[in-house]
Structure formats: structure tokens, C-alpha cells
């Protein structure tokens, strides 16, 4: 494999020299697959399913040291590629068995998948080499672009400007103005962005106490439906946890709340599990499980 | 009789191609000089052979659906001088990768370009389309959305006559077909 | 080793005179080249009768204080017919925008134009040069680049008496006069 090929280098990775924490610029790579490109390269991997399961550690960490820098759309490519990556791994670190039931089927099917995308990727990732190689001679090649000789300049048939006054100061306006992406906005989707981290937070906070509390004091400081909306998550994830039991005596009636857990249990991995999501939504909620419960840590490469 | 004749056209040929300013097609020049396109072409390798051989300052190339004359890359250094700014930005490599796949698999939509590359391609293929190196042709059938394609200008800056002239994928993987045509059908 | 040595030269000097678009001094060459003025003279003759023994399509000849490449007076027919028919007689998008470009911000430098349009538009310029809608006019004092302004012909072709009476912009555009008054000042 070409090393020059993928966007991303060593260079990129290092430690941040105030919190010691482990930083990476994920977004010098261009999406999961050149940074699994990247990575088998890196070990002078061929890409075969070992090499993938090789290096899937490495590319979780990647993506947990990346933290907020990737977006959502983003975000959710690379936690795909790596619940895949973690599968096959397992499927790895197992005896072989056979294949049981249909999940088992489904996990089969997505590894063959993303070995596939993969090697399509790489497949066209090395036709962008051919390109890259012919523009680099065309650059070389200048071809003649000078002024016509005066005595054809006078043959040049008489020039058509094709718009009238009002088009051609719309061509004006359009071409003076900047550059602008044209974009669908989707800023109205974003309301104010709500952590379900710090909701979480709020709520060990006030639990730890030990009272039982009503989960409509639990939220009366809230000012928006959006976190009431995530301090019932997080509820629920501390319910899960075993920190907080639950009580609602009828239907859509008052939810009562009470901390079950040691009351000096900051339960550091509960925010884990929400990871900074700010669109707190299932089926991401799964995918960061599959990451956070991982528990590791990341580290440097 | 036949070889002055030859001069003639070669020396007419030579004269157009250097007051061009885009590649012209053998049929255009055959046209303009009222002689069968055949002859033309033969005249158009000849040249490019002939300057090849005496080594001269200058190629002829097919470029995109016509030809053109190029300095020599071998004096590119002395040349730049010259060449003034603005002509030389490079392609990125995510540019570089949605052009493979668009030449490859044209007409294609965005998102088949996007699930082969990974990632989300709505920014590099606006650069590509108002740099004019990829156009809009048409719209998927199924999915509505825009079917994007190569264009003349593409072939142009990277030297190719035409996208038949790319490497063949199928060495590079021989399973990329199947995988291929089986996510084009979702 | 000599001739090779003057085959290199050879072709170093005319890839040179194929981009340049004014006469070039054999000075300037030389010191371009590393070479001589002398050699480079000497050069300059052997290609000029170098082109008249091969009756290529083209001559190289002294003009004013240097030497430039020209079509060959033999066929110029061919090449009026070419530029007679073979030229568009509408303007291209990018022509049409760079010209609207220049009405409304002359007298522009072409690398403000460049800037402002995210492209180089080196040869749109020379089109509009050559189609006598746009003319140099002096230089700007702090960069020293030739200042586009727009011609009697212009104005012509769009039926106006004066640049005064294109339409106001800033209806157009809301935001036109902060970015106008933005970019002015780089």
C-alpha cells in the first residue's frame, strides 16, 4: 500500500501537553475507511480480515480520542465501521462455532460487507493514484494560450453577448458574491444543543442526597421540553445502572425517584454511555454502548 | 507529387493547432481543410511522432475528443516562469477519489459515491462541478437523485483522451463488481 | 555532448517562445537559461531556419526587441478560415461572467478578478481582450498589474451609453455593498 495515499499521518496523533489526554485529528481522514486504510498500512498489513480485527483497537481509540470533533453524520460512519470491526474481532478471539441464529447470520453479513466496501474503497483509492500521477505530468504540459495575431484578431466573427442589461447584472451579483456552499439548512433541527452527559450529572447531584423525589421537581428547573427530554434519559440510564429506583403508582402519575446506589458513587462510566451524543436518539445510544462499555482506554499509538 | 502535398497539410495542420486555444477534433481540422479525416489523424500521429523524434520544445497530444500542443514536460522548470498564477492548484485526494469513482462508475449518483468512499461527498462534488471537472446529467430513475458524469475538461487536465483509457479495476479487486452492483440496488 | 547539450537548449527555447505572449529578448532567455546571450542568439537563427527548411506551420521571427513564434504567412488562410468558423460568436459562461465582473469593479487587476471568481482567468481575459470588450488601462500603483476596463464596444453590445447606467446591484444582492466594499480593500 501507497503510505502517501491516505490523507491522515503519524504526525496527526500526539498528546495534548496540558490534560495528558489523547487527541487525535480525525478529520485529516477522510472517512472510516481511509483511516482503516491507514492504520493496516501503517503495521505493513495486507488488508485481510486478520489485519482488520489487528487493528480495531487502534481505530476505536481513534474515534474515542476524536471526542467532538467529529460530527454526526461522521460520527456515525466511523462507530458503524467499528461495531463491525468489534464483531469481527470477537468472531477472531472465539472458538470457532457455528453459526447459531440469525444475529449471528447478520454479523457474518455485515463483516463480508465492510471487508468488501473496503477493498472497493482501496480498489478505487488506487485508481486515484492513476489520476493523481497523469495530472501531475499534464501540470508539466503547458499548452498555448497567448493573444491571437492582429491580422486574425479582425476575422474573429462579430461577439454575441447573448444577455440583455437585467441577466447580465444578475451575472454580476452572482459572480461578485461569495462563495457561499449552497447548503439546506438544517440549523432549525438544532435546538439548543442539551447534553444528556450533564443532565446525568445534575441528577447524581441532587439523588445523592438520599430523599425520594418526584421527578416533576427533578425537572421544574428546566426550560425547555428538550431537557426535560434528557434528564429523562439520563434518568433511565442511571436505572439501568442500578443507581436510581423508580416508582410510578398509576399510570402517566406522579414518578417518584430515590438514589439506591453508594452515595459516594460518582459512577464515572455512566456518562459513557451517552458520550456526548447531543441528539440523544436509540439506535446511536446502542452504538455508543458498544464503544464505551469497550472500556478502553485510549492510549497513544 | 504526394510527399509536397503532405507538407502542405502537415505545415496547415501545424499552423491551426498553434492558434488554438482548446483541443480540436480531427474532424474539425479535416473539414476546415476540406481533406478525408482519416488523413488528418495520420497527419496528426505523424507530427506528434515527428516531434518526438527531433525532440522539440513542444507535444502534440490527444487531449479529451481532440488534439493539442503542449511544451514538454522535460522543460516544465523554464516554462513555469511564465505561466502565471492561478493555474496550478492541485486536486485533493478526496477530489482525486470522487473523480476515480465518477469516472469509473458514471452516470452515479452522490450517495453511491458517498457509500464507496465512506463519507459524505456534497462539498467535494460542488468544488468538482463549479471547478467544471464533473457536470450534472440527468437524475436516477429510482432514487431521483442528480446522475453526475466526467466532463471534456476532466480528460483535458489529467491527459486522457477518454475514460476507457483508465487502469482496469477488476485487477485491483476481483470482487468488486459483485459487491458493487449488488449495494447499486438497494 | 555538444549537440545534446543544444538539443536541450534548443528545446528550452522553444518551449519558452510556444507560452510567451510578447517578443522576447534573446537577454532574457539567456538569462533564463543560464547561458550565454550569445549561444542563445546563435540558437535563435538555427530554429528560425530550422522552420524554414522543415516549411513547418510556423516562424520564428525578431519583433521589436525580441523574437516571438508566428503562424506562417502560407496559411493563413487556413488558420482565418479556422478562426472565422471554427470560434463561437457567443460568449462562454465564464467569459460572460468575468466581463460582468470587470463592468462592475473596473479598473480591476486580473488577479483580483482571479480572486473574486475562484478560478484563473488568464485566457477569458485574453478572449475578451482579443473580442475588443475589455481593454488594459494603466496599472495599479501597489501591485503593478495591468487595470481591466471595459470598452465603447461593451457598452455597445448591451445598448448603454455609459458603464453609469448599469443596474445597481444591491438590489440584486443584500449583502453586495459590505462585500463590495469588503473586497476592495484586500
Not at chain 1, 466511523?78 to 457455528?98: I, M, Q, Y
Not at chain 1, 440549523?187 to 441528577?203: K, Q
Request: proline letters at 5%; glycine letters at 6%.
Amino acid at each position: 500500500m501507497d503510505e502517501a495515499g491516505g490523507s491522515g499521518t503519524a504526525s496527526d496523533i500526539g498528546v495534548a501537553p496540558g490534560d495528558g489526554r489523547f487527541h487525535v485529528t480525525l478529520t485529516n481522514f477522510e472517512g472510516p475507511f481511509d483511516l482503516l486504510l491507514s492504520l493496516i498500512s501503517k503495521h505493513k498489513l495486507d488488508v485481510t480480515e486478520i489485519a482488520l480485527s489487528q487493528v480495531t483497537d487502534e481505530f476505536i481509540n481513534y474515534i474515542e480520542a476524536a471526542g467532538d470533533s467529529l460530527d454526526l453524520g461522521q460520527a456515525t460512519e466511523f462507530v458503524v465501521v467499528a461495531a463491525t470491526l468489534l464483531d469481527l474481532k470477537a468472531a477472531r478471539l472465539l472458538p470457532s462455532a457455528d453459526v447459531e441464529d440469525e444475529d449471528d447470520l447478520a454479523a457474518l453479513e455485515a463483516r463480508d460487507l465492510l471487508f468488501a466496501r473496503l477493498l472497493a474503497y482501496r480498489a478505487f483509492r488506487e485508481a486515484a493514484d492513476f489520476l493523481r500521477a497523469h495530472e501531475l505530468d499534464q501540470s508539466r504540459r503547458f499548452s498555448r494560450e497567448v493573444s491571437l495575431e492582429p491580422r486574425f484578431a479582425g476575422a474573429l466573427p462579430d461577439v454575441l453577448l447573448g444577455v440583455g442589461v437585467e441577466a447580465f447584472a444578475a451575472l454580476a451579483a452572482k459572480a461578485v458574491q461569495p462563495q457561499v456552499p449552497v447548503e439546506v439548512s438544517t440549523s432549525h433541527l438544532h435546538v439548543p444543543r442539551v447534553s444528556v452527559r450533564e443532565h446525568a450529572g445534575i441528577l447524581r447531584q441532587r439523588l445523592a442526597g438520599g430523599a425520594t423525589t418526584s421527578f416533576r421537581s427533578l425537572t421544574s428547573d428546566c426550560s425547555t421540553t428538550l431537557e426535560v427530554v434528557a434528564r429523562f434519559l439520563a434518568l433511565l440510564d442511571l436505572h439501568t445502572r442500578g443507581s436510581v429506583s423508580l416508582e410510578q403508582l398509576t399510570a402517566l402519575g406522579e414518578l417518584h425517584v430515590r438514589w439506591t446506589a453508594a452515595k459516594e458513587d460518582a459512577d464515572p462510566e455512566a456518562g459513557q454511555v451517552w458520550d456526548d451524543q447531543e441528539q440523544p436518539d436509540g439506535p446511536d445510544a446502542t452504538q455508543a454502548q458498544v464503544v464505551g462499555d469497550d472500556g478502553r482506554q485510549p492510549r497513544p499509538a | 507529387m504526394t510527399a509536397a502535398i503532405d507538407e502542405h497539410l502537415r505545415g496547415a495542420v501545424e499552423a491551426i493547432l498553434f492558434v488554438v486555444d482548446t483541443p480540436v477534433p480531427a474532424a474539425t481540422l479535416a473539414e476546415l481543410l476540406d481533406v478525408e479525416e482519416v488523413i488528418v489523424t495520420e497527419q496528426l500521429h505523424a507530427l506528434a511522432s515527428e516531434y518526438e523524434r527531433q525532440h522539440r520544445g513542444f507535444t502534440l497530444r490527444p487531449a479529451g475528443e481532440g488534439w493539442r500542443l503542449y511544451t514538454r514536460e522535460e522543460y516544465a522548470e523554464h516554462v513555469e516562469r511564465y505561466v502565471t498564477e492561478g493555474q496550478r492548484a492541485r486536486l485533493t485526494q478526496a477530489a482525486l477519489e470522487t473523480l476515480a469513482v465518477v469516472a469509473y462508475r458514471q452516470p452515479v449518483t452522490r450517495s453511491r459515491i458517498s457509500a464507496i468512499r465512506g463519507v459524505s461527498v456534497d462539498g467535494v462534488i460542488r468544488t468538482l462541478l463549479s471547478r467544471g471537472l464533473v457536470a450534472e446529467e440527468g437524475s436516477d430513475p429510482q432514487t431521483g437523485g442528480g446522475l453526475y458524469v466526467t466532463t471534456e475538461l476532466f480528460l483535458e487536465k489529467l491527459g486522457l483522451s477518454s475514460v476507457s483509457e483508465l487502469p482496469d479495476l477488476a485487477p485491483l479487486l476481483p470482487d468488486v463488481e459483485s459487491v458493487l452492483s449488488e449495494d447499486s440496488n438497494p
